[in-house]
């Protein structure tokens, strides 16, 4: 931590500011540069709710200097969006019908400083549903691009009740969809809810950008009629609790998985036209489930180490162990060091040696710095010495590895008020290899440019649609894009007189890439390379006039510990200076970039280190062939013959350091849609293009002995638009039950969570808010009765306060901890540092101790800890205490199991929730929360019933408001006269 500057982050704190209904209307923060560190900016950005508390405006510090606005939103009565108006990504209109279904979305509207709307570039979805009579699924969707004709761009087709379908769990789920790219069959299903075996078929002509799908009437022969004949199944079987066992490909490969008691994988192996390989011998975790130590089927050993006390990762080492064949070598040696946030400041490689050159010290390390926002400002580091200056080409490989030679080069980043990467300034002193890469940033949006296309930010808008996605990527090169702002075409190489180089993309109804289709001319002939995505596996062929060429299956394997691992098989095309099967293991770093590939011996086939940004600085391979077979890189994504990476919902420019096109998940990474990572790009990475996220974001809870407990807690699920990758990755991590405290109904998050086979559980309760002792027990219920089918993860907005006061919760319930404040400091030690915000919510898990029968609970003025610096007290004057700090003396314990606790006082906290099953899931019996035992000798107000937590098969009854103010007025009454009585 030598690294760190305290003096830059002093007296710079980030301050909410709150109005009288406890909403943000500000957020401050305090902007230093570590060059000029007695300068301070004050940046404030600025929030605007109606009468009814829902938001209509935001501001960042730059765009409201002039009083203009990132996004304004209009609600319905219910704080439904109804329209949304993003400086960024255009006006959006989303309507809902009766039943909260989405009926149509019109965006791509543009508006001018005038207020005048232009719907010329506008695209209008439309959802059709089934009837009254049936359980209103999904059935189509039509596009309509304004001057074009409606397209019915996906169909639904459900599977009925024979016992053809029942025999393969079909019945009543969506077996065909017809999307944009073709058709995707649901041929069978696991009674985990896995689907055991899809076909792929795709459209006709699929290859040509112009071919648009519009499945038209409601025949399905018409619609087939439009699909290729070619198909591409995949099978997969998993365990009984949904866990993939094998998969085979449509290829015929073979992959198969073995996991240790815990769920975690401890082998896999692939099999190829007969042969099979072991791709992981072995992996070893921590109890904290992080990994440890990893052996590959090439006998390469990787090794992980992490800090104590914060368990960030701090070193992965990459080696061939002593009785290797081909030698023992250690082949990486990543340490890491970070400032007290978890800023990384320090990447160093002690696999290589320190070299001299042209009377420097060239150091295998790279050093970071930032300002107080932890945004980087400079970086220092090696780069090959003909690297060039960056661009969008790639430079050209070192053959072989050791011929390289390194020089120092040092990267300085500017940003404006809004977030926006504004200059890089590359120094390289010893080759002179300096220059300036410069973003023009529009004046009234953060869409930007490289200056080669436009000094000027007035002009930084007509270079974007409506939408806000780029038109231009380079000088002459014009970007195409479908009408769901998927990117359709770029071309790399324009002529005047002749074809132009292209590159086309295919896309299916989640917008992810399932086709990619190339074309360049070389010697004066026309060459077309096609890639098809398929799962666990890429279909690679090239062609030209004469034909085919090269036909190349590249096997991805789904799960090899932390290296991504493929194998290249040829049927046709070999290169002659590469077996056919070849295995290449990829060793990533922090963030997931491809640093180090390994052959299936364990010898090095290429190196590769790279800016922060993005852009390669490092590149050597032990042959030139092999070289152009590097598939995965920065980020662990793919690179397109135009320089641009695909991330899965977004292409990404590693020159500029900006996405190409407005973030899809709107504000999830902050009001400037198009800013990469929070612009820290060495300690964040994006997995998917939506928004930045530190790796194992996921907190399983471990147990006292260091084991892990089968429930977790996480943040934010409900409202991540990344739905169906995050239920996905749940489903893999063996979680089968969701509960969400939320008091909205998020239909989406249900939906994605179903279709995955995990159960979702509503659990109404807000935030801010301390729990009932009947929703904890309720809760606790749950999770005895659904952790018998798997495991459980519990979510609120930020997984800390309510997550964590429920999770804690569970640690007095199964026994582990025996008294509140252990219980508080465990789930701060072993979940999160910041479980259970407020004082309210310490309380409630005292009353839960003690309505179990467990050791008093300390008062907790005596608890010398932090707490929420703006929420920690709320409720504290109606805060009923516990059995050691009761604030009213002989209470009816009956009634302390049921007081929640906010700002706004005592509640009756009913455990009122809702429970959506997946169709196929295994359902466990309906559950009834046991009654707390109490001490009820003495009791002042006896013969008042208790109060009983609903049972979740029962219907909830809801009595009306007359009849709770009449009960809440009369149980006033009753303890007055008690407390008279007394006297």
């Keep these: 931590m030598s690294g760190t500057n305290n003096t830059l982050y002093q007296r710079t704190p ?12 500000r957020d401050i923060a305090y902007y230093r540069h570590p060059d000029t560190v007695t300068v301070t900016d004050e940046r404030i950005i600025q929030l605007k709710y109606n009468a009814r508390g829902f938001m209509t405006h935001s501001a960042d510090p730059r765009l409201s200097q002039t009083a203009q606005t990132n996004f304004m939103y209009l609600t319905d009565l219910s704080g439904n969006i109804l329209r949304t108006l993003s400086a960024d990504a255009g006006t959006t209109i989303a309507l809902n019908d009766a039943a909260g279904r989405l009926l149509m979305i019109v965006s791509g509207i543009s508006t001018n400083d ?37 397209r019915v761009s996906e169909r639904f087709v459900y599977a009925g009740h024979t016992e053809t379908e029942k025999n393969v769990n079909l019945a009543g789920i969506c077996v065909s969809h017809y999307d944009t790219a073709g058709l995707i069959h649901t041929d069978s299903v696991a009674l985990t809810g896995m689907s055991s075996s899809v076909t792929l078929r795709l459209l006709k002509n699929a290859d040509d950008p112009d071919t648009v799908a519009n499945w038209q009437g409601e ?63 072995s992996l070893a975790y921590s109890a904290a489930g992080q990994k440890l130590r990893e052996v590959h089927g090439n006998g390469v050993v990787t090794t992980y180490s992490y800090e104590p006390q914060t368990l960030r990762l701090m070193g992965i080492t990459t080696a061939r162990p002593a009785g290797h064949v081909a030698g023992a070598k250690i082949l990486q040696d990543l340490r890491y060091e970070y400032d007290p946030v978890g800023n990384v400041l320090c990447i160093t490689n002690d696999a290589e040696e320190t070299r001299f050159w042209r009377n420097q010290k060239v150091v295998p390390e790279s050093r970071y ?56 300034r590359h120094s390289a002193p010893a080759t002179n290899n300096n220059y300036t890469t410069s973003i023009t940033i529009s004046d009234r949006t953060n869409r930007g440019v490289l200056s080669t296309l436009t000094g000027e930010s007035s002009e930084v808008d007509a270079l974007f649609t409506a939408r806000g996605v780029q038109k231009q990527l380079q000088p002459g090169q014009q970007l195409s894009w479908t009408a769901r702002a998927e990117l359709l075409q770029v071309a790399p190489v324009s002529r005047d007189a002749d074809d132009n180089d292209s590159e086309s993309y295919r896309y299916d109804g989640s917008s992810l890439r399932v086709l990619k289709v190339s074309t360049q001319k070389t010697n004066n002939s026309l060459q077309s390379k096609r890639v098809l995505y398929l799962p666990g596996l890429e279909m690679r062929s090239t062609a030209n006039s004469s034909g085919l060429t090269e036909d190349l299956q590249v096997i991805t394997v789904g799960e090899a510990g932390r290296a991504q691992v493929r194998m290249l098989y040829w049927e046709r095309g070999k290169p002659a200076d590469i077996s056919n099967g070849q295995l290449r293991y990829s060793y990533d770093n922090l963030v997931g970039s491809t640093g180090l590939e390994v052959d299936g011996d364990g010898v090095v086939i290429s190196q590769e280190e790279y800016y922060p940004y993005g852009g390669t600085a490092v590149w050597a391979a032990r042959s030139a062939i092999e070289a152009d077979y590097k598939i995965l890189r920065y980020s662990g994504k793919e690179r397109d013959a135009t320089g641009l990476y695909y991330y899965g919902y ?49 907190n399983w809870v471990r147990r006292a002995d260091g084991g892990q407990h089968n429930f977790a807690g996480m943040s934010l699920f409900s409202v991540n638009e990344n739905l169906d990758r995050k239920a996905e990755y749940l489903k893999n991590q063996g979680v089968r039950t969701v509960i969400a405290l939320e008091s909205n109904n998020y239909q989406a998050s249900k939906e994605a969570l179903n279709k995955q086979g995990i159960t979702f559980i509503l659990f109404p309760i807000n935030d801010w808010h301390a729990p009932s002792v009947n929703q904890l027990a309720a809760y606790n219920a749950l999770v005895d009765e659904y952790s018998k089918t798997g495991k459980v993860a519990t979510h609120c907005w930020g997984g ?37 915000e407020m004082k309210a919510q310490y309380n409630a898990l005292a009353r839960l101790s003690d309505s179990i029968g467990l050791e008093p609970s300390v008062k907790v003025s005596s608890l010398q800890i932090h707490w929420d610096n703006q929420h920690g007290d709320d409720g504290m004057y109606a805060d009923p205490g516990h059995q050691n700090a009761k604030k009213y003396a ?57 109060f009983i937590p609903k049972s979740a098969a029962a219907p909830v009854n809801k009595t009306s408001l007359w009849s709770r103010f009449t009960s809440f007025v009369s149980g006033i009454f009753r303890r007055l006269f008690s407390f008279i009585r007394r006297k």
């Design 650 to 698: 977004r292409y990404y420019q590693p020159w500029a350091g900006r996405w190409l096109s407005a973030d899809p998940a709107g504000t999830m990474d902050g009001l400037n849609l198009y800013r990469m990572v929070k612009n820290n790009p060495v300690t964040y990475t994006d997995k998917n293009g939506f928004f930045a996220e530190k790796p194992n974001g996921f």
């Design 219 to 281: 025949e399905m022969s018409a619609w087939n009629d439009q699909l290729a004949m070619q198909s591409y199944t995949t099978l997969t079987t998993t365990d009984a609790s949904g866990l993939p066992l094998m998969t085979t490909d449509a290829a015929g490969n073979l992959q198969r998985m073995k996991y240790d008691v815990a769920g975690m994988l401890s082998g896999s192996w692939l099999k190829v036209k007969g042969v099979e390989k072991a791709i992981i011998q």
């Design 800 to 836: 800390m306060g309510r997550t964590g006061v429920f999770l804690a919760s569970r640690l007095l319930h199964i026994g582990e901890e025996n008294n509140a404040q252990n219980a508080l400091l465990a789930a701060r030690e072993r979940y999160h540092d910041k479980s259970v």
């Design 114 to 150: 005038e207020g005048h709307v232009d719907c010329s570039q506008a695209v209008t979805s439309s959802y059709k549903y089934e009837g009254n009579t049936l359980p209103g699924r999904p059935l189509s969707i039509t596009d309509h691009v304004t001057g074009d004709i409606a």
């Design 890 to 946: 002989g209470v009816d314990e009956n009634w302390m199991r049921s007081v929640a606790v906010s700002e706004a006082g005592m509640s009756e906290g009913v455990p009122d929730y809702k429970i959506f099953s997946p169709k196929l899931a295994l359902k466990p019996k309906p559950v009834v929360a046991p009654a707390p035992v109490m001490n009820t000798q003495n009791d002042p107000l006896e013969g008042i019933p208790p």
């Design 369 to 424: 710095h930032y300002d107080s926002l932890y945004q980087l400002v400079s970086t220092t580091g090696r780069e090959m010495a003909n690297v060039g200056q960056q661009g969008s080409d790639l430079p050209p490989a070192t053959v072989p590895i050791d011929n390289c030679t390194y020089t120092n080069y040092t990267r300085n980043f500017s940003y404006d008020r809004g977030g926006n990467l504004t200059q890089i």
């Design 14 to 25: 980030d301050i909410t500011v709150v109005d009288n209904r406890g909403l943000t209307v």
